[in-house]
Nanobody
Framework: QVQLLESGGGSVPPGGSLTISCRAS????????MAWFRQSKGKQREGVAA?????IYADSVKGRFTISRASAENTITRRMSGLKPEDTAIYSC????????????????WGQGAQVTVSS
């Protein structure tokens, strides 16, 4: 059974940094694309970054968010810096075997989500 478990998140002031990790179990993560999505109140879920052999980022986070994968631990970590109030959202990790893209329809397994709040 595939499981994705996020850790991290929290509240930071604008310009601050935060790290969230997602640990996968139940499948060989190297065969999967793993991605991060976020959903703000009243908005549709949007893709933030996706990674298999390389990484793609949404334009809104390029240069501020960095994804790293530790295959030995089946963990993907997202480091966020230069956070803005508009980054406030619930961030979820996702995994899937098909095309690695920022499209939620390509992912079959999801974590429970972690709240990130950027506020002064």
């Amino acid at each position: 059974q595939v499981q994705l478990l996020e850790s991290g998140g929290g509240s930071v002031p604008p310009g601050g940094s935060l790290t969230i990790s997602c640990r996968a179990s139940g499948f060989p993560s190297s065969d999967y694309c793993m991605a991060w999505f976020r959903q703000s109140k009243g908005k549709q879920r949007e893709g933030v970054a996706a990674s298999r052999t390389g990484t793609i980022y949404a334009d809104s986070v390029k240069g501020r968010f960095t994804i790293s994968r530790a295959s030995a631990e089946n963990t993907i970590t997202r480091r966020m810096s230069g956070l803005k109030p508009e980054d406030t959202a619930i961030y979820s990790c996702a995994a899937g075997v098909s095309k690695c893209a920022l499209d939620e329809r390509t992912y079959t397994d999801w974590g429970q989500g972690a709240q990130v709040t950027v506020s002064s």
